[in-house]
T-cell receptor, first 109, second 114 residues
Framework: RKEVEQDPGPFNVPEGATVAFNCTYSNSASQSFFWYRQDCRKEPKLLMSVYSSGNEDGRFTAQLNRASQYISLLIRDSKLSDSATYLCVVNVRNNDMRFGAGTRLTVKP | DAGVIQSPRHEVTEMGQEVTLRCKLI?????LFWYRQTMMRGLELLIY????????DSGMPEDRFSAKMPNASFSTLKIQPSEPRDSAVYFC????????????FGQGTRLTVV
């Protein structure tokens, strides 16, 4: 089993749609969780951290479910500019940083 | 600060040649990660340093790969000898405190081994 797993997609949605991504992780001792965004041929950049109580940043909401070992990202009112690959990140051991394979999102007019 | 700086941005080399990728960390950061990204395997963690010490190198594919941190601000990833299957984008990233804080990525080195 991979340490961090994501549905690779692709997700093709119309502008204005709500879309959700999930990610599961294998190490129950993991403490830090993030969502990163990667545009085509660019480096990954932090989108948001994921806190135990869930957190929101504008149209983006992140949730953590420790019991089921998954994190989620919800994007409301999608924009064309949201088209990218979304990577979930978990520290698996020794305070490292492991990435899921990424979920590709395309928002269409 | 200019951010994490990687060089070269692109490298094309022949099979069997030695390749050295370079990374300059953000000043003050003490954790460094080297990743390799391919379409098939996504972003794979190769090696992780904390305070110049390698903490986990279990992701290094084989003995042909080696990484060093000669000082707190600089790291190299060397492949010797290179093979076509090493073709990928190699990223380094630095952070203040390992995997608990935001990691900042360099722009990557696109390596092609022919």
């Amino acid at each position: 089993r991979k340490e961090v797993e994501q549905d690779p997609g692709p997700f093709n949605v119309p502008e204005g749609a709500t879309v959700a991504f999930n990610c599961t992780y294998s190490n129950s001792a993991s403490q830090s969780f993030f969502w990163y965004r990667q545009d085509c041929r660019k480096e990954p950049k932090l989108l948001m951290s994921v806190y135990s109580s869930g957190n929101e940043d504008g149209r983006f909401t992140a949730q953590l479910n420790r019991a089921s070992q998954y994190i989620s990202l919800l994007i409301r009112d999608s924009k064309l500019s949201d088209s990218a690959t979304y990577l979930c990140v978990v520290n698996v051991r020794n305070n490292d940083m492991r990435f899921g394979a990424g979920t590709r999102l395309t928002v269409k007019p | 600060d200019a951010g994490v700086i990687q060089s070269p941005r692109h490298e094309v080399t022949e099979m069997g040649q030695e390749v050295t990728l370079r990374c300059k960390l953000i000043s003050g950061h003490n954790s460094l990660f080297w990743y390799r990204q391919t379409m098939m395997r996504g972003l794979e963690l190769l090696i992780y340093f904390n305070n110049n010490v390698p903490i986990d190198d279990s992701g290094m594919p084989e003995d042909r790969f080696s990484a060093k941190m000669p000082n707190a601000s600089f790291s190299t990833l060397k492949i010797q000898p290179s093979e076509p299957r090493d073709s990928a984008v190699y990223f380094c990233a630095s952070s203040l405190k390992g995997g608990t804080t935001e990691a900042f990525f360099g722009q990557g080195t696109r390596l092609t081994v022919v």
